[in-house]
């Protein structure tokens, strides 16, 4: 019979799992047991699926769960599935069997799922539990044999043959235990004898439950049984099952239903008591039953998605003990009280910015805990973005790009993804995703300037700074961190590298060694730029350097030749007359230009007035007559007869004896006759602190341009002090002032130099010149000092636009004069006018062809005016021509007279011929004069000035101070014609003068300017009636011109004709701006 019932069991259980099997689907499934230690390999994943383990991680293989805990994880080298969390069935399925274990294993690219169900096979590991630890029983003493009391069988979590399979009684007299009824639930314990209260009133029983496993686990119950007065009615239900349902928002204290049990007994033994059997925790914390009443109600918070039902057994007793049971069945009814769960799956936090249109950035999966229409999801996305949703299955969705990124642009994007349930109302739920752009060296870096034009003074400090060079490039990090290198090449066949160097980080070039301008002036190296970028992206720009001179050369004296050590000699006869040639001083200066000129002078001499030397020539020469008082030799020392003592006779100067030798020695012979004795005697000179330092050139003169750079160094003369040791030159100090410090340095021979460095910019139209004290400080005590003024002349840079005196002319004649100035110096004041066909440099004004009837009235120019400056600026202005066919049509020439002023022009005209030509002969005749007298003094010029040949000046440009820099003046031709009273001018073309007389070379001071104008008359007469050619004349223009000269022409005027002239004017670079007060020159 045991047999037979196992057997049927058996058969029962095959039959749920093959109907479990056949329910739930899956790709792989495996079993493993209960409790397993981590890391347990279940199986292979990879061969089971038919995948390669090796593109595990790529694919980024994962296994995902509808719970938090994760009891599995995969293996991405091997695709084993192993256990990763301790596994307990029991709190898995309780006493459900068998036990399936459901989850996802999803890849990417291209996305895969599979189902993989796991189940958890059992083990012993759980012995029987009684629900309480004793029981007290009463039983009547009138029951009869075989009646049976049932106790509440033993609960095991462990199922099949691991759950309770036995129960054992201890042995006694009265009862025994029979468990083939009721099985399920209770244990019955049979009355075998018949009770007797008054022999026995009371009966300890031991009951224990022995389970199948191996070994066997076992739980006890101690059952007391009372013997009492019969009772022989149990509680009874109206019915053995209810059910009932329940919505999850119910409120605490919410009643569920209400049951009731009846017991004919009366008495206590009548009265029924209810309570509710094996309950787990959770259900405990959800429900009560009133004990009294048998109502049940809400304690705790309902969820309908934790449980959708519970089923419990509420127990009846009476007050005899005896019991009735029935069955109850909760459903928990769903509302929409759950949002949609947005969780991500995958994403790309950072994607490229080329990547293409279409591309996935990330997986996501949309859940909602509710069922039915409550639990159905609707996603989307801001259309606005360049991101689109797209669904995979029914809980997956795709984010794709849908257009070209660009970091440049957007750095990155917020996604905000929506997700709505279908309740009502219904519930939504969003997550923001960050998504960087990441960068792609699609940007070359950027110069801010196409050439940079630099200047550096010769002499400079190696490692000095000559300028910088900035380069922007926009992308990001690397791609966008630019490193600057210079280009090699070579400069007079030497590497560039042995002249500059450039900082790859700040773009600063250095200057690798010092320059001297008398071996190159200037030399062109480009920088490249290049970014880190992969591949990298770089751009060139052009630096130009300048070397400008500094006088950084002592004249060298050639003859006679001084070494330090001994005094120059010169024999001269006694009768030497004044005037007469004693020796002649050779130097030379490796500068050039002022620099190389060169002034002798004494310094010191024994006799003053015996002496001169010529200021340019260097030739020493007497300057009287040389007497017999003249001292031929000096006897510093003398002898007193008397005492014998060594005295001074005549004063002694170390410095004029031994010069800058360290010892002084002055030997004499002491000689004695009778007997004749011979002594030697030697006398050494000391020093003491009679000399001051004193500078060669007590005027130091620098021409430095307004865009010198801070840091800049400029070496300065050395000062000299006669004296040694410490009586010599100690130091320098220079006054205060707002641009300069000094620096002062050691030189190798033990002296010392001193450097002025630039400490903040100039500004030449702040300050156009710069005067300084320098002083130079011995160490004797007294202390000397000597002097010597600093004077800087700020050259100007070209940071001013030409201004026109007048935004628009007007003109309705032939000839006009626009007048403009620009605020700089030499060549940045160079300009040229621009307009459809005119003078580039001369501002005419012409017709291209024959005026007709069908020209417009009223012709407009715009005349723009541009100067040579490094960069060059430019201005424009307007000019309004008026075409008439006679002078009555033009208004502004009404009321003017030609009688009377163009009479006394002519009369003009003839005494002006005549000043120019008794001028011009005077000149003649002077020059001539002049060169006769200079015919045998090839070297002297004026002030020592060194003429500059016209040959290497460019076309149209005359020489400044030997610079060669400005544009020489324009003359114009003028013709005279006769056949009216009024002396009609046409004016033919312009020449230039290409050099200017010497002495005007050498005025610095004036800063001539040049500047151009016309004479302005009427042209009425044909041109046959121009007549010969008289003279030419030059004009100068004042400051303040009038903007226009009106002149009236005839539409019978030819192709040719001038219309109108544009002027250029300039005031002195040292006057004021805009306050001008002194005429220009």
């Known amino acids: 019979m045991a047999k037979t019932s196992k057997l049927c069991l058996a058969k029962w259980r095959l039959w749920i799992t093959s109907l479990l099997f056949c329910v739930t689907a899956a790709d792989v499934r495996y079993s493993v047991p209960e409790e397993t230690k981590t890391k347990y390999v279940i199986g292979s994943l990879s061969k089971d699926l038919n995948l390669d383990s090796n593109r595990l991680r790529i694919r980024k293989a994962r296994l995902d769960y509808q719970g938090d805990k994760r009891y599995c994880e995969v293996d991405l080298e091997s695709g084993n599935l192993f256990v990763s969390e ?149 509680p009874l239900f109206s019915q053995p099952f209810y059910n009932t349902r329940l919505s999850e928002n119910a409120v605490l204290g919410t009643s569920v239903i209400k049951i009731a049990a009846t017991d004919v007994d009366e008495g206590a033994n009548g009265q029924v008591t209810y309570y509710i059997n094996h309950l787990s925790d959770n259900t405990k914390e959800l429900f009560k039953i009133d004990e009294n009443y048998g109502e049940i109600s809400v304690i705790g918070q309902l969820d309908h998605e934790k449980a959708s039902s519970y089923e419990m057994e509420v127990q009846a007793e009476d007050g005899g003990g005896q019991t009735g049971h029935c069955k109850i069945v909760i459903e928990i009814d769903d509302v929409n009280d759950n949002a949609p769960v947005i969780s991500v799956k995958s994403l790309k936090k950072q994607i490229p910015e080329n990547i293409p249109p279409g591309s996935e950035i990330a997986v996501i999966n949309v859940k909602d805990q509710d069922s039915g229409q409550n639990s159905r ?101 690397q791609n966008g961190t ?145 007497s017999e ?50 002594h030697r005697i030697i006398l050494q000179i000391q020093d003491i602190n009679d000399n001051a330092p004193r500078f060669t050139n007590e005027r130091i003169h620098f021409e430095i341009r307004e865009s010198a750079v801070k840091g800049q160094r400029f070496r300065l003369h050395e000062a000299h002090d006669s004296d040694i040791g410490n009586n010599a030159l100690n130091g320098y100090s220079l006054d205060k002032n707002k641009h300069f410090v000094l620096n002062v340095h050691d030189t190798a021979d033990g002296g010392k130099y001193a450097e002025l460095v630039l400490e903040k910019e100039l500004d030449r139209e702040e300050q156009k010149e710069i005067d300084m004290i320098l002083t130079a400080t011995d160490g004797g005590s007294p202390q000397r000092s000597g002097t010597a003024v600093i004077h800087i002349t700020v050259l100007d840079a070209n940071d001013n636009v030409p201004v026109f005196s007048e935004s628009v002319y007007k003109t309705t004649g032939q000839i006009m004069v626009v007048g403009e100035i620009d605020y700089e110096n030499e060549k940045n004041y160079e300009m040229g006018i621009h307009a459809q066909d005119g003078g580039l440099h001369s501002g005419e004004i012409k017709t291209q062809r024959d005026i007709s009837e069908s020209d417009n009235m009223k012709q407009n120019l715009v005349i723009s005016v541009k100067d040579n400056g490094q960069p060059s600026l430019s201005t424009t202005c307007a000019v309004n021509l008026l075409i008439s066919d006679n002078l009555s049509e033009v208004p502004e020439l ?66 400044v101070d030997g610079a060669g820099t400005l544009r020489s003046s324009y003359n114009y031709d003028a013709y005279l014609t006769t056949g009216s009273r009024t002396s009609d001018f046409k004016f033919v073309s312009s020449y230039n003068a290409n050099t200017l007389p010497a002495g005007a070379t050498l005025k610095k001071e004036h800063n001539i300017q040049f500047g151009t104008s016309m004479i302005t008359l009427d042209v009425t007469g044909n041109e046959d009636e121009v007549r010969e050619f008289l003279g030419t004349y030059d004009t100068h223009l004042p400051h303040n011109p009038k903007p226009t000269h009106r002149v009236a022409y005839t539409r019978q005027n030819r192709v040719g004709y001038i219309v109108t002239v544009v002027k250029r004017a300039q005031c002195a670079a040292n006057e004021e701006k805009k306050k001008r007060k002194k005429p220009c020159k």
């Open 86 to 234: 301790r596994i307990d069935r029991e709190m898995l399925c309780r006493t459900t069997s068998p036990c399936f274990m459901h989850f996802e294993f999803a890849l990417e690219n291209p996305l895969e799922l599979h189902n993989v169900v796991l189940e958890v096979q059992d083990i012993n590991d759980s012995p029987p539990v009684f629900p309480k630890d004793s029981i007290k029983l009463e039983i009547s003493e009138g029951a009869p044999t075989g009646s049976k009391l049932q106790i509440a069988r033993a609960r095991d979590l462990d199922v099949g043959m691991n759950s309770v399979q036995t129960y054992i009684l201890s042995q006694n007299k009265h009862f025994v235990l029979d468990t083939k009824s009721n099985k399920d639930r209770y244990v019955d314990i049979v009355l075998k004898n018949s009770l007797d209260r008054e022999t026995k009133g009371e009966h300890s029983l031991i009951l224990s439950a022995v389970d199948g496993g191996n070994p066997p686990k076992s739980g006890t119950v101690v059952i007391e049984v009372f013997v009492i007065d019969v009772n022989d009615n149990a």
């Open 377 to 477: 999801v609707s996603c989307s996305i801001s259309t606005s973005l360049p991101f689109q949703l797209q669904p995979y299955t029914k809980s997956y969705f795709i984010i794709t790009t849908t257009r070209s990124l660009d970091r440049e642009q957007i750095e990155n994007y917020n996604v905000t993804i929506s997700a709505t349930d279908g309740g009502t109302p219904p519930l939504f739920s969003n997550i923001t995703l960050n998504i960087q752009v990441s960068d792609i060296n699609d940007n070359p870096p950027t110069f801010e300037l196409q050439t940079y034009v630099v200047y550096l003074s010769e002499n400079n400090k190696p490692s000095t700074s000559v300028c910088s060079v900035s380069a922007n490039d926009p992308d990001w990090r």
């Open 482 to 626: 630019v490193l600057y290198s210079l280009v090699p090449s070579e400069v007079n066949g030497v590497p560039v590298s042995l002249f500059l160097s450039i900082n790859g980080d700040t773009g600063v070039i250095h200057a690798v060694r010092s320059f001297d301008y008398e071996q190159f002036r200037n030399f062109t190296v480009k920088v490249v730029a290049r970014d880190n970028g992969s591949p990298p992206l770089s751009s060139n720009v052009t630096v130009k350097v300048f070397i400008t001179d500094e006088n950084d050369n002592s004249p060298q004296i050639l003859y006679p030749v001084h070494d330090g050590k001994s005094l120059m000699t010169e024999m001269i006869p006694k009768a030497t007359l004044s005037g007469s040639l004693v020796s002649k001083v050779i130097a030379v200066d490796a500068d050039s230009g002022q620099n190389a000129w060169l002034s002798y002078q004494i310094v010191k001499s024994t006799d003053p007035g015996l002496f001169t030397i010529g200021l340019h020539s260097g030739e020493i020469k007497t300057q009287r007559d040389i």
């Open 629 to 678: 008082s003249d001292n031929m030799n000096k006897r510093y020392c003398d002898i007193n007869l008397n005492t014998g003592d060594l005295i001074v006779a005549e004063t002694i100067d170390r410095e004029e004896l031994c010069g800058s030798r360290m010892s002084c020695i002055v030997s004499y012979e002491l000689v004695l006759e009778n007997p004749l004795e011979v």
């Open 894 to 959: 009404k009321d003017m007279t030609y009688e009377d002023n163009n009479s006394k022009l002519t009369s003009y005209l003839i005494i002006a011929l005549v000043c120019v030509s008794t001028f011009f002969l005077t000149f003649i005749i002077l020059i001539v004069a002049v060169k006769f007298c200079h015919k045998r003094k090839p070297r002297l010029l004026f002030d020592g000035a060194v003429a500059v040949p016209s040959a290497y000046l460019p076309p149209n440009y005359a020489d």
